[in-house]
């Protein structure tokens, strides 16, 4: 079966750090992998996704990540948070062609110190 | 587009009462799934569907209902409610073969 780990429930960083917010995952098949974001009392919005091909991903909102399959991490980056990027974060995995929806992790709450 | 809506926004039912949670998208997407978040949990999905007429069941089926009629709507129905199933409710789409799904903003139900 399928799963997704995100190691840190919080993490905090102070506004103009760098950030990166970990994903591990388990998974049969070549993965299809997502971040999404969710604002206090707000839906889920996607920052990227791999399927495949380049293994570094670019998103909204300045957001990155790195697919390594070696490791089977989709680790998410930002070279520089902004207070505004203060949520929930969730990695999701699944597969493409597949009718089983995704997997989630548990999610990180990121804090953002002025 | 108006992408996936959701209605109601807020609902309190009390132990034992039915109701339907609603779920529209107006992306032609052939699949469509119901997830709950708690806590801690991450989100859980429910039920899902991969296109009108057929219906399947996902990690967490238990108590709950849904039938998929038409390609744009998605309704999920809560038989008798229970304090349990006090959660936040997201209806999600996607293209089959991507599975890139878009949210909608979610249902907050209290039972008490």
């Known amino acids: 079966a399928q799963s997704v780990t995100q190691p840190d429930i919080h993490i905090t960083v102070s506004e103009g750090a760098s950030l990166e917010l970990r994903c591990n995952y388990s998974y049969g098949a070549t993965p299809y992998l997502f971040w999404y974001v969710q604002s206090p009392g707000q839906g889920l919005q996607l920052l990227l996704k791999y399927f495949s091909g380049d293994t570094l991903v670019q998103g909204i909102k300045g957001f990155e990540a790195e697919f390594k399959r070696s490791q089977s991490s989709f680790n998410l980056r930002k070279p520089s948070v902004h207070w505004s990027d203060a949520a929930e974060y969730f990695c999701?995995?699944?597969?493409?062609?597949?009718?089983?929806?995704?997997?989630f992790g548990k999610g990180t709450h990121l804090i953002i110190q002025p | 587009n108006a992408g996936v809506t959701q209605t109601p926004k807020f609902q309190v039912l009390k132990t034992g009462q039915s109701m339907t949670l609603q779920c529209a998208q107006d992306?032609?997407?052939?699949?469509m799934s119901w997830y709950r978040q708690d806590p801690g949990m991450g989100l859980r999905l429910i039920h899902y569907s991969v296109g009108a007429g057929i219906t399947d069941q996902g990690e967490v089926p238990n108590g709950y209902n849904v039938s998929r009629s038409t390609t744009e709507d998605f309704p999920l129905r809560l038989l008798s409610a229970a304090p349990s199933q006090t959660s936040v409710y997201f209806c999600?789409?996607?293209?089959?073969?991507?599975?890139?799904?878009?949210f909608g903003p979610g249902t907050r139900l209290t039972v008490l």
């Open positions: 999701a995995v699944g597969e493409g062609g597949g009718a089983d929806g995704l997997t």
């Open positions: 992306m032609n997407h052939e699949y």
């Open positions: 999600a789409s996607s293209y089959i073969h991507n599975n890139e799904q878009f």
